[in-house]
Each structure stands twice: as C-alpha cells, then as structure tokens.
C-alpha cells in the first residue's frame, strides 16, 4: 500500500485530475500519452462533489446472465466481507461484463449506503447506475457509462482481481483520482512522489505563464509574447531543475 497519508490524500482531492496529470507525468517512467488514463469517454454523475481519491478495490458483474447467483448465492456476503477488509479511502472499480449493450445496475440508493459505510467514496463503472439523487445524497461519487432503470440479475462474479473499464487495466491498490475529465490510475511505485510533483507543477503554472499571460493589459502584442516567450523559458527551466526532463502545463 502507498506511503500517503491522509492528509497527503486530502491535498490531492484539491486539485482537479488534469493537474494530477501534470504531476505524474513528471514522476512516471511509463508513456505520458497512453498510460494511467481512460481511453474512452466517462460521464461524472456528481460533478458538483469535486474531484475523489482513493485506492481501487475491484468487482466485475454481469447483470444479464442469472446463472452467476446460482453457481454462488453468497457472493454478495463474500464480497462486502472483502470490500470491509481493504483500507480506505477506496474507490470501488466494476468491469461490467455486458457491456456496452448494458442491461443493470449494480448502484443505486441502497448499494452506495452500504458501501460509504465500508470506507468507499465513490465507483469507477463501465456499466450503469441508477437512483442517482440518492447516491449524492449519500455522499457516493459516480463515473459511469450511463443511467439504467432496472438492476436485473446483477451480482459479484469475482472480486479483488484486475479489471479494465474505459480502456484502461486497474488493479487493486492502485491510487485514483477522478473527477468529470476522466480518471487517471497510479500504481503503488508511483504514489509516494504524486503529490509534490503535483504541488510543484501547478505552482510553477501560477508563478510564471499564468501571470504573464494576464498582464497582458496596456501593452503592446509583441511585449505580451515577449512576456509570455520568457515565462515559459522560465517554467521550463523550473522542471528541468526539479525533475530532470521537460514539462507541460
């Protein structure tokens, strides 16, 4: 598990995913342009709750077929007593294997109650959801394909294991963070360095190319680009002092 503490948690929770970005891209030795977030599009059900951070916890469902509640009718035991045992703050991934023709839901009222009970702000479906006013009001953040009605067969098919939603395999432990951009998944090895790189990188924003991009009043167009030409000679510099290779705001 991650040396992050709490209040390191909290930190990151104030800024939003595209600033996490900027800061694990600095820190990753993987490719910046296709690992750690979501190739296809999400939908944020609650983007008035912010950004959530947390470490996954995983379960795949397949609300279609009715045969998995009978091959094990205690699942759903088995699989809260799982999701009880992980440390929090978690974010509780689920594979849906109907996709994208989706037919239920595994969250509504009932099911986010219990999870936010069990340390869970929040889920990562590629599925659906339902009862989404009740879900806010139980303070459960969504990213999700879309709404649904009905629940069908749904039930846990396996749990604790590697899933993939939106394009992207997460794993349990990994860190997330996600708001209505997307999600981006940092690994264990990532995570004790994300959030200075991440303090640094939006604080090199705002003390060089978004200061000299506002005072752009009263002077000429060519001051302005000389302005904002030497501003970002000087974020650059910055990150290659701190990090040792080129940055991007």
């Known amino acids: ?27 990753t030795k993987r490719d910046s342009a296709a690992a750690a977030f979501n190739i296809d599009e999400t939908r944020d059900f ?3 709750m912010g950004p ?21 009718s205690n699942a ?29 839901s595994f969250w509504g009222e009932v099911n986010s109650n219990i999870h936010r009970a ?11 959801i339902r009862d989404v006013d ?14 649904c009605v009905g629940h069908a067969h749904v039930h846990p098919v396996r749990w604790g294991c590697e899933v993939e939603v939106f394009g992207r395999v997460i794993r349990p432990g990994d860190l997330i963070h996600a708001d209505k951009h997307g999600f981006l998944v940092v690994p264990p090895e990532e995570q ?31 001051e302005v680009l000389t302005g904002i030409e030497t ?10 002092k701190k990090f040792r290779r080129d940055g991007e705001w």
């Not at 699989?79 to 045992?85: L, Q, T």
């Not at 501003?231 to 290659?240: D, E, G, I, L, P």
């Open 76 to 104: 759903g035991n088995e699989y809260r007593r799982y999701m009880a045992s992980v440390p929090g703050p978690k974010i509780v991934v689920v594979q849906d294997l109907d996709r994208p023709r989706v037919i239920g």
């Open 52 to 72: 959530m951070v947390g470490y996954a916890v995983t379960v795949v469902i397949e609300p279609s077929n009715k045969a998995h509640r009978e091959a094990n």
């Open 192 to 222: 004790a360095a994300l959030l200075d790189a991440s303090r640094f990188m939006d604080a090199n924003e705002c003390e060089t190319v978004i200061p000299a991009a506002r005072s752009a009043a009263g002077k000429s167009t060519e």
């Open 1 to 27: 598990m991650s040396t992050l503490t709490h209040a390191d948690l909290l930190q990151l929770k104030r800024w939003n995913t595209p600033t996490i970005y900027n800061g694990w891209e600095q820190i």
């Open 231 to 240: 501003a970002v000679s000087q974020f650059s510099a910055n990150v290659r």
């Open 134 to 147: 009740e879900m806010t009001n139980a303070g459960f953040k969504a990213l999700a394909r879309r709404l």
């Open 46 to 48: 609650m983007p008035q």
């Open 118 to 128: 069990l340390g869970c702000v929040g889920t990562i479906t590629d599925g659906a």
